[in-house]
């Protein structure tokens, strides 16, 4: 993952249990504590050892974990220098969606070693339809589900999810 992804995991963790004590985990848990340059690719064992320690800190599942930080990246980049990313690629949820590869596509001209994930659509009706996700990366579901629970927040709209 890319250190913008790990700063937003660690916002997410300082804002949950406050700076001093996420510093002493890291201590504990010999994670980095500077922040993580944003542009640069880190192993996926490193965001995943932060996803760990905020999931044992919180005390909480690691699927609820991913799914509040993927709720909280939206958050995250929605207020952020990179807002435009999402407002440029859909005016609605559905819309985002069905631009998601694209932006991922554009993405990639920045962040040479993404490994990024596909999404497609399938219009059930005006305002329902199905989006399928697949990835090279295992275990992020949840991460994904987050991801959505926060797009819908941010498009003010209500969405049931269900997983097969």
């Known amino acids: 993952m890319y250190g913008l992804v790990n700063n937003a995991f660690v916002d997410y963790a300082v804002s949950q249990i406050g700076e001093l004590r996420w510093r002493e985990i890291c201590g504990e848990k010999d994670l980095q504590q500077v922040p993580y340059q944003n542009m640069e690719a880190y192993p996926d064992q490193e965001t995943l050892a ?15 974990c991913l799914k509040n930080l993927g709720e909280f990246w939206i958050k995250y980049v929605t207020n952020s220098p990179y807002s435009p990313m999402i407002t440029k690629s859909g005016n609605t949820m559905k819309a985002l969606m069905q631009n998601l590869d694209s932006l991922h596509t554009r993405l990639s001209l920045s962040f040479n070693e993404l490994q990024a994930p596909s999404f497609w659509v399938s219009e059930v009706s005006e305002v329902e339809f199905n989006l399928y996700y697949s990835s090279e990366r295992e275990g992020l579901n949840s991460f994904v589900e987050g991801l959505l629970r926060g797009l819908s927040n941010y498009f003010g709209i209500k969405i049931d999810i269900s997983v097969p």
Not at 50 to 64: F, G, K, R, W, Y
Request: no cysteine; net charge negative.
């Open 50 to 64: 932060l996803v760990v320690a905020i999931s044992e800190t919180l005390q909480v599942s690691i699927e609820i």
